[in-house]
């Protein structure tokens, strides 16, 4: 799902201009793209409908990224205190 919601993404957003797009795969992900490319990409109102039941209920962020709480970086801001006084950027005197 992520390589082709990404795909779909990608292209709702900047594919203007864009004509082919070419997923290599072998033939075992072949399988499961093949299966899940009317998802992403319906060719009809028909396949359009069916895909909106069947999609996971989260597709990710405005480009298609994945959003998984537990790995999003938390940077606290480190107090001054917290640095020696001679490793702190813009101070006078660093060498």
Same mark, same amino acid.
């Given at each position: 799902h992520v390589a082709l919601r990404t795909v779909r993404r990608f292209l709702e957003k900047f594919g203007e201009g864009l004509d082919v797009v070419v997923f290599a795969v072998n033939e075992k992900d072949w399988v499961h793209f093949s299966r899940l490319l009317p998802l992403y990409f319906p060719r009809s109102a028909d396949e359009e409908h069916r895909a909106a039941a069947l999609l996971p209920p989260s597709v990710g962020n405005e480009s298609g990224e994945a959003v998984l709480e537990e790995r999003d970086i938390? @940077?606290?801001?480190? !107090?001054?205190?917290? @640095? !020696?006084p001679a490793e702190r950027i813009g101070d006078v005197g660093l060498a």
């Amino acid at each position: 799902h992520v390589a082709l919601r990404t795909v779909r993404r990608f292209l709702e957003k900047f594919g203007e201009g864009l004509d082919v797009v070419v997923f290599a795969v072998n033939e075992k992900d072949w399988v499961h793209f093949s299966r899940l490319l009317p998802l992403y990409f319906p060719r009809s109102a028909d396949e359009e409908h069916r895909a909106a039941a069947l999609l996971p209920p989260s597709v990710g962020n405005e480009s298609g990224e994945a959003v998984l709480e537990e790995r999003d970086i938390r @940077i606290a801001q480190m !107090p001054k205190s917290f @640095i !020696p006084p001679a490793e702190r950027i813009g101070d006078v005197g660093l060498a």
